[in-house]
């Protein structure tokens, strides 16, 4: 246990510190990146609407002893070296080279610059005599207008830079950044998965072997925020983030599950046409009377699929009838000459989802994703005081966990089977070492009134009164949460700062005032977690005067909250800060109270002026009498 506080307050401080650095306020090094993983979002050319088209995750490696600093499963596949510009606070890729590494059918990877041109008209280039030429190229295919993306082979582009590290968020993503933008260049990158060869484009042994994919631009997300490692059926191994969404108790947030970086979906209006995209995070419910959680299957990515017509290949000395009418005018200048051109339609035919779910029976119905998970510890963690960061200090409450996700499997529509859909990953299971998850308890005094009066009570002077309702917001049950404490301080405070503040009362001068009960309604106060937690409390000032404490000059108060845990060694944590200016009535009260019933045979209850219920007035003073509806101020 002590050993995981440690561990749990060394984070929180490299969280608070990395939180409260101004942006972008100090250089990065490749030393900082190491390790840390790396989401990345391929975006599609204009013709894919430039939304995303694949999104995965990785992690930055840095080489120490070489001084190389490392993409690993760049494209979710391969290790990229990239080049750290220290000065521009970027990193260039390589164009041009031959990498390799992958699996499957993405063992190796080129990746160059094409040129994407208007779809009206589009200048081709050729060499003819030794000297540079140009030709226009027509572009209706199958008589819809189209356009072709080239590589440009006089380009002298080795690598291709991103912009600088930014920690402002870019396509509504908040994570520090770094982004291969195509608009910084008058070309896209083009990405030629091989699972054999490895030759350039513009040579004459390019086929329909390479799958290619052309993006406009290249995001890649740095996280920063990691609470989590999982392992998978399929040995892999990674990190992940894991936090309940915001002002939910059950439902979870996933980032970077399956390690496939953040995902996407696409939408479409009532005919079925492309309307838009947006990102979204796999989520999941948890029921802790059953420690099980359920990911509902959902879209999870996709495809856009403009009408594309192949890439144009080496022809030599002629006019190639062939190529007419399905891939539009071509034109050669001098043998060889090397075309690779890949064209595309600007009609967007529609997109390939994929989809997350356990498995699709025979019947093409998707099943949701099943799991479980164990408490291991709960604690609370901080710094200084037991305030909680939820009322504006430093107290957060964490719980560790084991999780087991079952099988999981990702469907593509374009990968075609049964139902229109194929599997593209596969997990049996996937287990995940949660080093902490924040449940810290969240409540706030609502529906509330406050009124101060020169003499509600007889003989006490100023009384401050307060009617209200504690409410549980945010994690009551996680940590059992049993009882509340209401505690009233002099002073007007929003949030805890100060030495006042760290105090095992929550602050030096607060009094706890859940008994002063009204002694006009003989409200008994219950503010347990299973009532409605409704209080209404007269406090007499003298309480503070009496103790020492000094009441303040604008005559202003705060109450607060103090919640008080089931669990065997988690300490009270404070809550709810409430500030009231003050406010004041010359209203006294009245000699008796309400309407006059009768006493009949009812039972007689005592109250003293501090509304603390009394077996019967033994000593002298004033007491409050009540009988059924039949209430009156006695005097012993």
Same mark, same amino acid.
């Given at each position: 246990?002590?050993?995981?506080?440690?561990?749990?307050?060394?984070?929180?401080?490299?969280?608070?510190?990395?939180?409260?650095?101004?942006?972008?306020?100090?250089?990065?090094?490749?030393?900082?990146?190491?390790?840390?993983?790396?989401?990345?979002?391929?975006? #599609?050319?204009?013709?894919?609407?430039?939304?995303?088209?694949? $999104?995965?995750?990785?992690?930055?490696?840095?080489?120490?002893?070489?001084?190389?600093?490392?993409?690993?499963?760049?494209?979710?596949?391969?290790?990229?070296?990239?080049?750290? @510009?220290?000065?521009?606070?970027?990193? /260039? &890729?390589?164009?041009?080279?031959?990498?390799?590494?992958?699996?499957?059918?993405?063992?190796?990877?080129?990746?160059?610059?094409?040129?994407?041109?208007?779809?009206?008209?589009?200048?081709?280039?050729?060499?003819?005599? #030794? !000297?540079?030429?140009?030709?226009?190229?027509?572009?209706?295919?199958?008589? !819809?207008?189209?356009?072709?993306?080239?590589?440009?082979?006089?380009?002298?582009?080795?690598?291709?830079?991103?912009?600088?590290?930014?920690?402002?968020?870019?396509?509504?993503? %908040?994570?520090? *950044?770094?982004?291969?933008?195509?608009?910084?260049?008058?070309?896209? &990158?083009?990405?030629?998965? +091989?699972?054999?060869?490895?030759?350039?484009?513009?040579?004459?042994?390019?086929?329909?072997?390479?799958?290619?994919?052309?993006?406009?631009?290249?995001?890649?997300?740095?996280?920063?925020?990691?609470?989590?490692?999982?392992?998978?059926?399929?040995?892999?191994?990674?990190?992940?983030?894991?936090?309940?969404?915001?002002?939910?108790?059950?439902?979870?947030?996933?980032?970077?599950?399956?390690?496939?970086?953040?995902?996407?979906?696409?939408? +479409?209006?009532?005919?079925?046409?492309?309307?838009?995209?947006?990102?979204?995070?796999?989520?999941?419910?948890?029921?802790?009377?059953? *420690?099980?959680?359920?990911?509902?299957?959902?879209?999870?990515?996709?495809?856009?699929?403009?009408?594309?017509?192949?890439?144009?290949?080496?022809?030599?000395? !002629?006019?190639?009838?062939?190529?007419?009418?399905?891939?539009?005018?071509?034109?050669?200048? =001098?043998?060889?000459?090397?075309?690779?051109?890949?064209?595309?339609?600007?009609?967007?035919?529609? /997109?390939?989802?994929?989809?997350?779910?356990?498995?699709?029976?025979? *019947?093409? +119905?998707?099943?949701?994703?099943?799991? $479980?998970?164990?408490?291991?510890?709960? +604690?609370?963690?901080?710094?200084?005081?037991?305030?909680?960061?939820?009322?504006?200090?430093?107290?957060?409450?964490?719980?560790?966990?084991?999780?087991?996700? @079952?099988?999981?499997?990702?469907?593509?529509?374009?990968?075609?089977?049964?139902?229109?859909?194929?599997?593209?990953?596969?997990? %049996?299971?996937?287990?995940?070492?949660? %080093?902490?998850?924040?449940?810290?308890?969240?409540?706030?005094?609502?529906?509330?009134?406050?009124?101060?009066?020169?003499?509600?009570?007889?003989?006490?002077?100023?009384?401050?009164?307060?009617?209200?309702?504690?409410?549980?917001?945010?994690?009551?049950?996680?940590?059992?949460?049993?009882?509340?404490?209401?505690?009233?301080?002099?002073?007007?405070?929003?949030?805890?700062?100060?030495?006042?503040?760290?105090?095992?009362?929550?602050?030096?001068?607060?009094?706890?005032?859940?008994?002063?009960?009204?002694?006009?309604?003989?409200?008994?106060?219950?503010?347990?977690?299973?009532?409605?937690?409704?209080?209404?409390?007269?406090?007499?000032?003298?309480?503070?005067?009496?103790?020492?404490?000094?009441?303040?000059?604008?005559? @202003?108060?705060?109450?607060?909250?103090?919640?008080?845990?089931?669990?065997?060694?988690?300490?009270?944590?404070?809550?709810?800060?409430?500030?009231?200016?003050?406010?004041?009535?010359?209203?006294?009260?009245?000699?008796?109270?309400?309407?006059?019933?009768?006493?009949?045979?009812?039972?007689?209850?005592?109250?003293? &002026?501090?509304?603390?219920?009394?077996?019967?007035?033994?000593?002298?003073?004033?007491?409050?009498?009540?009988?059924? =509806?039949?209430?009156?101020?006695?005097? !012993?």
């Amino acid at each position: 246990m002590r050993k995981f506080l440690s561990r749990l307050t060394a984070m929180l401080m490299a969280v608070i510190a990395w939180v409260s650095a101004a942006p972008d306020a100090e250089a990065i090094t490749p030393e900082d990146l190491d390790g840390k993983p790396v989401m990345q979002v391929f975006f #599609g050319n204009i013709y894919q609407g430039e939304g995303p088209t694949v $999104s995965t995750a990785g992690v930055f490696r840095y080489d120490a002893a070489n001084s190389q600093l490392y993409i690993d499963r760049f494209r979710g596949r391969i290790s990229v070296p990239v080049e750290w @510009d220290a000065a521009d606070q970027c990193f /260039y &890729l390589p164009l041009k080279t031959k990498l390799t590494g992958g699996t499957g059918n993405y063992r190796s990877l080129i990746m160059d610059l094409v040129q994407g041109q208007s779809w009206n008209i589009i200048q081709a280039r050729g060499v003819l005599n #030794g !000297r540079i030429v140009t030709a226009e190229i027509g572009t209706t295919i199958n008589q !819809r207008p189209a356009a072709c993306y080239m590589t440009d082979k006089f380009a002298q582009y080795e690598s291709v830079g991103t912009t600088a590290y930014s920690t402002a968020p870019h396509k509504y993503v %908040d994570m520090p *950044n770094f982004v291969l933008d195509g608009s910084d260049y008058p070309y896209s &990158l083009l990405c030629v998965n +091989s699972p054999t060869n490895n030759v350039a484009l513009n040579t004459a042994a390019a086929s329909n072997n390479y799958g290619i994919a052309i993006y406009k631009q290249i995001a890649f997300y740095v996280m920063e925020r990691i609470n989590a490692h999982a392992s998978d059926s399929n040995g892999d191994n990674y990190d992940l983030q894991i936090a309940f969404t915001n002002g939910s108790d059950t439902q979870l947030q996933f980032e970077n599950l399956y390690n496939q970086g953040i995902r996407y979906e696409y939408y +479409s209006n009532a005919a079925g046409a492309f309307t838009g995209w947006d990102f979204k995070w796999i989520t999941g419910e948890i029921d802790r009377s059953t *420690n099980t959680i359920t990911i509902p299957y959902d879209i999870t990515g996709g495809m856009m699929v403009p009408t594309t017509f192949d890439y144009m290949r080496y022809q030599s000395g !002629r006019y190639n009838q062939n190529y007419y009418y399905d891939y539009g005018y071509m034109y050669n200048f =001098n043998s060889p000459i090397y075309w690779t051109g890949y064209w595309f339609n600007n009609v967007v035919d529609g /997109y390939a989802n994929q989809v997350l779910a356990s498995d699709m029976p025979s *019947n093409g +119905s998707f099943r949701d994703i099943t799991g $479980s998970f164990e408490v291991k510890e709960v +604690s609370h963690v901080t710094p200084h005081h037991q305030w909680a960061h939820t009322a504006k200090g430093e107290l957060h409450t964490y719980e560790k966990w084991d999780v087991t996700i @079952d099988k999981s499997v990702f469907y593509n529509q374009a990968a075609t089977t049964t139902y229109n859909y194929g599997v593209e990953l596969n997990y %049996d299971w996937t287990n995940i070492d949660v %080093d902490y998850i924040d449940v810290t308890h969240h409540c706030e005094i609502t529906d509330w009134d406050a009124w101060q009066y020169d003499n509600i009570l007889p003989g006490q002077g100023n009384c401050f009164e307060m009617k209200g309702k504690i409410t549980p917001l945010k994690h009551n049950h996680h940590v059992d949460v049993t009882s509340y404490d209401l505690y009233l301080v002099p002073g007007y405070y929003d949030k805890p700062e100060g030495d006042l503040f760290n105090d095992e009362n929550g602050h030096a001068h607060g009094i706890k005032v859940t008994d002063y009960v009204d002694p006009r309604n003989m409200k008994t106060n219950s503010l347990s977690t299973v009532d409605d937690g409704s209080f209404h409390i007269v406090v007499p000032t003298s309480v503070f005067t009496d103790a020492g404490i000094p009441l303040d000059s604008n005559k @202003d108060f705060t109450l607060y909250v103090r919640a008080k845990y089931a669990t065997p060694g988690l300490d009270d944590t404070f809550h709810a800060l409430t500030p009231v200016r003050g406010s004041y009535s010359t209203t006294a009260i009245p000699e008796v109270f309400g309407e006059d019933a009768g006493f009949g045979e009812q039972p007689v209850q005592y109250f003293d &002026l501090n509304g603390r219920m009394v077996s019967e007035p033994l000593s002298s003073g004033i007491y409050i009498r009540k009988q059924g =509806n039949k209430v009156e101020k006695i005097i !012993r």
